[in-house]
């Protein structure tokens, strides 16, 4: 899910800034993301307001309580990390229509 997630947010930045820019930023911003700010060996106490709005936490959320706790309050996890999911999916299909013109091209010729 983070994946697709940030794959999604990878389309809509090389859309906004070249393929190669967008590329290195949501490889960074991706890696803050996860890797930093998402960790448990992060010390911070309670989650920033601005640690919520990043799109690594709601599905890290999810694994975390999936892996490393008795309690289970997975479900309003699981259901803002689709919302976001669904969101970024939206807009990246639609920019990816309204650059390429709804066009489709393929590579292989059809011989009626």
């Not at 800034?17 to 448990?40: E, K, N, Y």
């Amino acid at each position: 899910m983070v994946t697709l997630l940030y794959g999604f947010a990878g389309m809509v930045l090389g859309v906004v800034f070249d393929r190669v820019a967008g590329l290195w930023t949501i490889l960074v911003v991706s890696m803050l993301d996860i890797g930093l700010f998402q960790s448990p060996l992060f010390p911070m106490g309670e989650d920033a307001w601005w640690v919520k709005m990043l799109p690594g936490y709601h599905p890290m959320e999810v694994v975390f309580d999936a892996g490393l706790t008795a309690q289970s309050d997975t479900l309003v996890h699981l259901g803002w990390a689709l919302g976001y999911l669904f969101l970024a999916g939206v807009i990246a299909v639609l920019l990816f229509y309204r650059l390429t013109g709804g066009q489709r091209t393929s590579r292989f010729q059809v011989i009626p």
